[in-house]
């Protein structure tokens, strides 16, 4: 890639964040942790084509254009922090994730947007998912491991985390979040 594409994922990334809280990329991999799917199924269940999908993620493309669209994307986050908080199984987001793609946009979930546990306070699992997101947003796991790997000499534990939640699976990050509480 060079450096006017560069610029223009860049730029695209940065609207991205400012229009849907964070870049695409970082929010449909979410879905597709959190929800058990693949690329060709989101883009089904939203109603993209599997190009146009990629497009967003990559950053090639800025804005989703279809208002019905964005509207399913919000419908599966919903949906996402229930699975990832426990508060529905997997075979119940399977069925209102063809809700979602038959829905014309409006909320076909429970209305509630409540993403927390019913204490109030996000769960552990949903707060490692933002860390990582927000991690992966700014750099790719190869460079956060080679930036860890610069921090190890004079700061171990930063590289820790670093490596964990940069470059890490969810569940090694779960349990470096709870064995450092308290």
Do not use: C
């Not at 450096?3 to 940065?14: E, I, L």
């Not at 883009?43 to 279809?66: C, D, E, H, T, Y």
């Not at 004079?154 to 470096?176: C, D, M, N, Q, S």
């Amino acid at each position: 890639m060079d450096a006017a594409q560069q610029d223009a994922t860049a730029r695209a990334r940065d609207l991205q964040r400012s229009w849907y809280g964070e870049p695409l990329g970082a929010l449909f991999r979410r879905l597709i942790d959190d929800l058990g799917l693949n690329q060709a199924r989101l883009a089904a269940v939203l109603g993209l084509s599997a190009p146009m999908l990629s497009q967003l993620m990559s950053g090639q493309r800025a804005k989703i254009g279809n208002p019905a669209v964005v509207q399913r994307v919000q419908a599966l986050q919903e949906l996402s922090s229930q699975v990832a908080d426990g508060r529905i199984s997997a075979a119940e987001a399977a069925e209102r994730m063809e809700e979602v793609k038959k829905s014309a946009g409006g909320s076909v979930l429970n209305n509630t947007s409540q993403t927390t546990a019913s204490s109030g306070a996000p769960t552990v699992r949903r707060v490692v998912r933002e860390i990582q997101s927000l991690l992966r947003s700014v750099a790719a796991a190869g460079d956060i491991i080679d930036a860890a790997d610069a921090l190890t000499p004079a700061h171990p534990e930063l590289a820790e985390f670093l490596r964990v939640y940069g470059a890490g699976r969810t569940g090694e990050a779960v349990a470096h979040y709870e064995s450092h509480q308290g």
